[in-house]
Each structure stands twice: as structure tokens, then as C-alpha cells.
């Protein structure tokens, strides 16, 4: 399905009279092993909120002004990756292994009977707020989209003290407020609760799309699904025996979460495993690191000198094709997106 196509769908839904919202979620499986993945480890429950006719046109805006954004800027669909030039476009994810317990709640505890939040000490119980969803539902094609934002560590409901009586309000003061139909100002009784006017990810027709790429990682737990990745990666480097010291890349990518993401890209386009099988690493390096200006250390055994982290920095810059090289004038650009030519 083309962006215009998918966009004029989703566009369908805006009118909905049917929207429900839902607090997600995420809680560590009692089984769970500190080693284990987080695909593995966590598990996603949605909460239900019921909201009332006049926030349903509020809510639909929202989904009006977030799809209106996107036909705007024209944009194409392309499959997620890592690191990737993902300006003005919607990406899709296909590599569901590696976001298991997120899709088990997508595809089973979605479009269920769900349980719905009744009072301010039931959203104390939250254990974690990690997620806003909404959903709507399109009677005429009988389908339901859901529109998933990832919450900030923050409160989800603020508790607002009600002052009741004279004693009360001499404390407190008396917390009110004006009601647009009887026109008169009014104690409030209740707690707010805040909702975000934004999307990360949309799912629909059991495929998710992309909105907001790095809000879908940590939504899912890529991200720490990553940081796992990148520590075997490593690992994988330390058995090649091409570096002095890796201590240096482990540092980097534990502080800088792109160097994290540009060593998975290494792997993911073939240039780890292009290290075991290469017959002279020195060359290699030494030619790419002309081409970004780059004078790589070498000891009496050919091995990269690493030490301390700009080393480090250039050589996984290297690693994940920091470079593109126009066949048009030969220009060297410096990115590492781009996607393998088949």
C-alpha cells in the first residue's frame, strides 16, 4: 500500500463515534532472567479509560491534524531500520521476533474486553504508565486503528484537593471551575489527566507504522533490546583480535546511544562479518580512512591502535559505512544512512 492510499484510510477513522483510550502498561514477567531479552521480558496490559462524547471530537482532531501533517509532507513508506535517513517518511517493522511481548499485546490484547479505570487509586496501582493508545472504530469497513503515544516518566493523573467545607477552604483554598453550560464557576471533584496531542506509531490492518522512530524503539523496548545487541557486537569484535584495546568502543556506546546504533548497522550490512574473512584489515582501513580524512594507528601486528574514544569514534565510523561516495563527481558525503543496494 502507497502513503496516499494508506493515509486516506487512516483519514476514514477521524469521524468516528466509536473511540476508546487506554493507559498501557509495562510490567516485567514474573519468570523473567536479568539475562533475557526484552522482546522476552516484558509484558504489555492496556488499561481502559472512558471518556465522553465532547473529548471524542477533541481526540479526533488530533488524529485529523497528525494524518493532514503527513499527506502534507507527501510521504513514502519504507522499512524500519536501525539508522536511516528517515525525514518525511512512515516506516514499517517486520522483524517482530525482536518486539515480541509488544506485538503479543497489539495482536491479543487489543479489541477485547478490557478492564476500565474507575477511580484515582486504581491509577496509583499503575506500576508504569508507558503508553497512551487510542482507538478508533470504523463501522462501515467493521476495523479498528489504534494510535499509540510513548508517556515520559511522569504522573499520569494529578490529584486536585477538593476543599469541602469552610475548615477546608481556609487551608486549601477552594479549587474550581467554570462550567460553559449553567454559566456559573463550581467546586471540582475529580483529578486531571493529562492527554497527549501527538502519535508515535499507528496500528492497523495487524501492521504498524512508524510515526516518531525513536518514541517506537523506546515503546517497544528496542532500545534496550540494542543496547544488548551492541554488547555482543563487541564481543564479536573482541574474538577478532583487530583492535588493541575494545574497552574504548564498549565506553562509546554505552554514552552515546547513535555510536550504539551505528555499530548495529555494521553488523546489519555485512561489515562484521566482512572482518573474518578479510585478508589484510590494515588496508581496508587505511584506504576508507583517507576518504574521511582519517590516519588510523597501526602496532607491529597490524592491529589498530584504540586509545581512547576518538579512536574508537573512527573506527566505527568506519564499521558502519560513515561515508556515501557519489558515482556522480565522486563527492564523499558523511552519513551513515543509506540502504544496501540489491
Known sequence: MDSKKLLKELNTFTSSNTIHMYIIERKLKQDAKPKDKASQKYVY????????TELNTVISGMLDNVIKKKVKENVAIMEYEPIDDTTDKLCTYNDLSKIAGFQEFLSTKLGVEIKSIKNFEEFKEIEK??????????????KWLYCIKKLAPRNMAIEINTSENIVDAFKHGIVSMFD????????FKGFSLNIEPSIDIVYYKEKIYIFQKK????????????ESLANEIVSEIEELTFITDTSHISSIILSKPAFRNKLIKAKSIGNIDFLTTCKDIKKEFTRAGK?????????????IIADDENDADNIIKVLSEYYKEGIFGGKIFESPAGRVKK
Not at 180 to 187: A, I, M, Q, R, V
Not at 292 to 301: A, G, Q, S, T, V
Request: aromatic share 16%; proline share 4%.
Open 45 to 52: 496490559f492496556p488499561l481502559q479509560v472512558n471518556i465522553t
Open 129 to 142: 504508565a508507558w503508553a497512551l493508545c487510542y482507538g478508533f472504530y470504523n463501522k462501515d469497513s467493521k
Open 180 to 187: 460553559l453550560e449553567t454559566k456559573t464557576l463550581k467546586p
Open 215 to 226: 518514541a517506537f524503539e523506546e515503546l517497544t523496548s528496542l532500545t534496550e533490546e540494542f
Open 291 to 303: 576518504k574521511l580524512d582519517i590516519k588510523f594507528k597501526f602496532n607491529k601486528e597490524g592491529k
